[in-house]
């Protein structure tokens, strides 16, 4: 089975600044007869399910601001907030898709500093 | 506009059985996967199990912490996926969701509201 983590567990972040989420899977999620990484972003607030923010690792869900971008390939990836607002407040968690069982990672909570 | 509603949740006892119920509106459903994650309080995102479609084939997969005892069926003339719960333990108590994936991945851009499970005696 793939293990997902994540890094941190939280953080605080001022209103404005870069946030940066870092996932890691424990095989490569990069399949390579259609050069797609396997990986997808959820934010969730509380009391709500999961919105999803990206897919593939880099593309955007449609509707979601573009201050969110995810990069990375094979095993490590990124989620930054380029510019973190109130409302971004929330847990985000990476997932492959890659192989069942899908796996997600522990989960990020982004606070306001 | 897409969705999806949970409905069958609520408390049951240990070895006991529960059905939930996703009812779908605003898409094709015949076309999508249908996935079940669940969350237990205060804890992270565990997926449950998918259905393929019909078109695509293929085996219903499960999480191995369910396999045996949970089953996932889908009624594509009423747009409803199912999650047949059996021998039930304490450890399943959780918030139930289903999801909506592309029929050849499943990164899940639509999720139910969810639908709590208490099992408890």
């Known amino acids: 089975d793939i293990v997902m983590t994540q890094s941190p567990d939280s953080l605080a972040v001022s209103l404005g600044e870069r946030a940066t989420i870092n996932c890691r899977s424990s095989q490569s999620i990069l399949f390579s007869s259609n050069n797609k990484n396997y990986l997808a972003w959820y934010q969730q607030k509380p009391g709500q399910p999961p919105k999803l923010l990206i897919y593939?690792?880099?593309t955007r869900e449609s509707g979601v601001p573009d201050r969110f971008s995810g990069s990375g390939s094979g095993t490590d990836f990124t989620l930054t907030i380029s510019s973190l607002q109130a409302e971004d407040v929330a847990v985000y968690y990476c997932q492959q898709y890659y192989i069942t069982p899908l796996a997600f990672g522990p989960g990020t909570k982004v606070d306001i500093k | 506009e897409v969705h999806l509603v949970e409905s069958g949740g609520g408390l049951v006892q240990p070895g006991r059985s529960l059905r939930l119920s996703c009812t779908a509106s605003g898409f094709t459903f015949r076309d999508y996967i249908m996935s079940w994650f669940r969350q237990a309080p205060g804890k992270g995102l565990e997926w449950v199990g998918f259905?393929?479609?019909?078109?695509?084939?293929?085996?219903?997969e499960y999480a191995a912490s369910v396999n045996g005892r949970f089953t996932i069926s889908r009624d594509d003339s009423k747009s409803i996926a199912y999650l047949q719960m059996n021998s039930l333990k304490s450890e399943d108590t959780a918030m139930y969701y289903c999801?909506?994936?592309?029929?050849?991945?499943?990164?899940?851009?639509?999720w139910g509201q969810g639908a709590l499970v208490t099992v408890s005696s």
């Open positions: 999801a909506r994936c592309p029929a050849e991945y499943c990164s899940s851009d639509s």
């Open positions: 593939w690792a880099s």
């Open positions: 259905i393929r479609t019909k078109a695509h084939g293929g085996p219903v």
